[in-house]
């Protein structure tokens, strides 16, 4: 089992910025495909970014110049710096990581408990 340990979130003014951090624990062997996902009152969960295990990253149009997702695996850790916030990016952030606890075992994916960001305007 992974546990996903998710901070950094709060209520910060629009063109502020955030900083967040999830921290995985537990049986890893190694870490694949890392990503953060978003979803706002009364709306579908969406991805926000996504980074592959060989670094590569993409992001949704709406975030794209203002969040950068980045990963440090000697942490075990997934991070998003979220800079220009805007109200509308106001929702419960979610990690999402793919992880296997030995060589020949197949990913399994895993969910952290969501951390809350609040942009006023």
């Known amino acids: 089992q992974v546990q996903l340990a998710e901070s950094g979130g709060g209520l910060v003014q629009a063109g502020g910025s955030l900083r967040l951090s999830c921290a995985a624990s537990?049986?890893?062997?190694?870490?694949?495909?890392l990503g953060w996902y978003r979803q706002a009152p009364e709306k579908q969960r969406e991805l926000v970014a996504a980074?592959?295990?060989?670094?590569?990253?993409n992001y949704a149009d709406s975030v794209k110049g203002r969040f950068t997702i980045s990963r440090d695996n000697a942490k075990n850790t997934v991070y998003l710096q979220m800079n220009s916030l805007k109200p509308e990016d106001t929702a419960d952030y979610y990690c999402?990581?793919?992880?296997?606890?030995?060589?020949?075992?197949?990913?399994?994916?895993?969910w952290g408990q969501g951390t809350q960001v609040t942009v006023s305007s």
């Open positions: 999402n990581v793919e992880s296997k606890p030995c060589w020949y075992c197949d990913y399994k994916v895993y």
């Open positions: 537990g049986s890893i062997f190694r870490l694949n495909a």
């Open positions: 980074i592959t295990g060989g670094g590569s990253t």
